[in-house]
């Protein structure tokens, strides 16, 4: 259905979310609201077990539905995504690809990284890597300036995250791939909290490698991750942390050489996560129909209302204002996150926390009566308040 900026997404699609008759859920950041087409895929995989016992044609077809469906919501051809498990999968076999023996061995990250990402690159540190955090501003939004200075020659790769799951802070990705591009070095975006929420088209947007997975804002369930490899740059990559699916010919069961996948399907791994590719693949169906950037249209001005409503009841939004630095979650300070986001749920608002703040999540389901019942929730709650 063709929809345009001004449509009032949630009238056209909320009845499709059973969760909305029990709660008002604006937790889209942590795990996708379940729509009944995506309930109805886990059906159809269980049938395929119930009818065919084992369906590994249509089970392998479905691994290459969910990279048909990653290349049309990236703008990509198909075949520069691998479809992992995981986004952790994805960056540990890229990692597991770079040699970090030489003089090209800085990893330049920020400290808005989620910990896997931190982690799998700390944990390249035995392998002669070199870690190197930029330490955020005071607002919580990457200093770019700091960023772009510590990308040098010895750079081998700039791993930064588009929306920081802490705290919403959004970042500016085109300044740093210049930069990063302008001495050699790689660049590794994380994707998670921006895909399915904004528009991403990566053949504008030149980053080497985009990271995410399908359960937030994509619909889909825990299970599957994607990996876009551009192969202009890193077709000179090959992983060392492989598996039988990242083979050139899978069904070669060749146990006395490594013949990788020229494509980006070296980067996947041992058998695919079928039971979540196909809510994967019906989440992503669901949102394309709708559109990136009407959604992305659609929820700013219900961020824009909960921030107006929350912090007029005295809450400090951590989230940065200004359009270009956030997208649609908004983190709130608060006293006790755990605490806070139970007394929320019994107020039926579900959201959730990280690090010290509230993150409210909304997404094309949402509409103004739901921020108004949010609002009204943290007016019920403020004892909470942190300045
Ligand atoms: C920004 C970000 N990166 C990575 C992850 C984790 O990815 P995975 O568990 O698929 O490895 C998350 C999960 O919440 C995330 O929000």
Redesign the pocket.
């Known amino acids: 259905m063709a929809v345009n900026t001004s449509t009032d997404l949630a009238a056209l699609y909320r009845s499709d979310f059973k969760v909305f008759d029990h709660v008002t859920y604006m937790n889209t950041c942590s795990q996708g609201a379940l729509a009944d087409s995506v309930k109805g895929s886990f059906d159809a995989y269980l049938k395929t077990l119930e009818l065919k016992g084992s369906a590994w044609g249509d089970w392998a077809g479905h691994q290459e539905t969910v990279r048909d469906l990653l290349g049309k919501f990236f703008n990509v051809p198909a075949n520069q995504i691998a479809v992992t498990t995981?986004?952790?999968a994805g960056v540990a076999s890229l990692a597991s690809a770079l040699d970090f023996t030489g003089k090209r061995n800085k990893v330049v990250t920020t400290d808005n990284e989620?910990p896997?990402?931190g982690q799998i690159w700390h944990a390249q540190e035995k392998r002669g890597a070199k870690v190197i955090h930029v330490p955020s501003k005071e607002d919580l939004t990457v200093d770019l300036s700091a960023l772009l200075a510590a990308i040098d020659d010895e750079t081998l790769i700039v791993s930064v995250?588009h929306v920081c799951?802490r705290n919403g802070t959004m970042t500016e990705l085109e300044p740093i791939i210049e930069a990063a591009h302008k001495v050699g070095a790689l660049v590794l975006v994380?994707a998670?909290?921006s895909v399915g929420a904004i528009p991403i088209d990566l053949s504008n947007l030149k980053t080497d490698f985009l990271v995410g997975?399908n359960l937030k804002y994509m619909l889909g369930a825990p299970g599957v991750?994607f990996m876009f490899a551009r192969p202009e740059t890193t077709g000179h990559l090959i992983p060392t942390a492989t598996g039988w699916f990242a083979a050139d010919n899978i069904f070669a069961m060749a146990i006395h050489s490594y013949d990788p996948a020229k494509d980006a399907r070296r980067f996947e791994s041992g058998t695919p996560a079928i039971p979540s590719l196909y809510p994967a693949a019906a989440g992503m169906e669901y949102v394309l129909n709708i559109g990136l950037a009407n959604i992305a249209a659609y929820v700013a001005p219900l961020h824009d209302e909960l921030r107006e409503g929350i912090s007029g009841l005295g809450y400090r939004v951590v989230t940065p204002k200004a359009p270009q630095n956030h997208a649609a979650m908004i983190a709130i300070a608060t006293l006790d996150e755990n605490a806070h986001v139970a007394a929320l749920e019994s107020e039926k608002v579900v959201v959730s926390s990280r690090d010290g703040n509230v993150r409210i999540s909304p997404h094309f389901y949402n509409d103004r009566e739901d921020v108004a019942k949010v609002i009204a929730a943290f007016a019920k709650t403020k004892q909470f308040i942190r300045k």
């Open positions: 995981s986004a952790s989620f896997t990402i995250t799951f994380d998670y909290q997975g991750g």
